[in-house]
């Protein structure tokens, strides 16, 4: 006879602690993206953003109609599926890296760090898009996703919008078309788009010390644009062109927000990429579960070519080249990234597709 499992309800999540340390934070931009619908207010906030694409390639959205309840209820349902459900029925889809296809489970500590015998610490769950030709549908066969479906399409709708209000911004700073962007990456689409939950556990001293206290080496990410639900455990670091690193300061209710290579590519070099990484986080802050909720947004079976922008073209960024499928550059990167049995440093390391090449070697 088998005994059905009760399942529990997703637990209220309580944010951890900011931490009291008095850490070397960098000076990011915050945007208030509730202006976008009013008259002249889409204008004004390309204008804010601009410095920020420019400058930092990393910036804080708010007012972004996510409410207090979804934002918390988004990182209720990561430590539900972290907490709540077996291994196994984790495992119901696990990622094929070596198709680079990131949707699924990926397990912790099945890659080795720097050469040495530590194991990654992150287990991460990514959620496809609940396109409406349900071409997505395949991937969900994790129990987590099947029983909490339509509150994870809302709140996979809901991150999008907030994407695609910023893609509408970057057209406008760049002069195009305002949908040129947004069109690109519709939500119906297909796309590698992603939801993801991730975890960090916490290693030991030593092990962090010999793989120089790392918990996810430097890197860039492989899309056009990332939104991170607010994270209060510091640990995430953005490096600066003089080389230096600085801790990304917890936004009460902000989306922390990145560029990634498809949009360099896109604008000819002219937004900013901008190489981050992940370090042990403080000591007040070590025990705490670090679960980060993010929306990874990645073209697909679109040309990428540099946008024919009146402000490039003055620039003297804009150049005609051979497009690159958006599909094949993100599936080729996650391929080069994850397929393989270690997290090496690859220092000087890069990865090239047609004209698109990419710096893909610092680390620390
Ligand atoms: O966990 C974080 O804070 C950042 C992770 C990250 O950069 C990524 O998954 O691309
Ligand atoms: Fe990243």
Known sequence: MTVATIRPQPKEWVA????????????LTTVDISKFDQP???????????????KDGF?????????????????????????????????AQEVQFEQGNYFGYKIKGNKKVFDTDVRDNVETLNIAKFTSDHKYDQYFKQPFIQEHREELEILSKKAFEVARKLLVLFAIILELPENYFADLHAYDLP????????????RSIEDDEQVERIWARGHTDFGSLTLLYNQVVAGL?????????????????????????TLLFWSGGYFKLTIHRVIRPPNDQINAPRIGTFYFVRPGDVDISIAPSPLLKKLGLYEDIDPVSGTDYVRGRVKDYHDRKDYLKRENATFRLGAFEIKDGICA
């Open 16 to 27: 951890p602690q900011e931490t009291q340390e008095d850490l070397d934070w960098a000076e």
């Open 40 to 54: 002249g207010g889409k204008q004004e906030l390309a204008n804010e953003l601009k410095q920020a694409v420019e």
């Open 59 to 91: 910036w804080a959205v708010v007012g972004h109609g996510i409410s207090k309840e979804e934002f918390n209820h988004q990182y209720a349902l990561g430590q539900h599926f972290f907490e709540d459900y077996t291994l196994e029925e984790k495992k």
């Open 191 to 202: 796309s590698d788009d992603h939801l993801r939950y991730m975890r960090y556990h916490p």
């Open 237 to 261: 670091q953005i490096r600066l062109s003089d080389g230096s690193w600085k801790y990304v300061k917890p936004v009460d209710q902000g989306l922390i927000c990145n560029i990634g290579d």
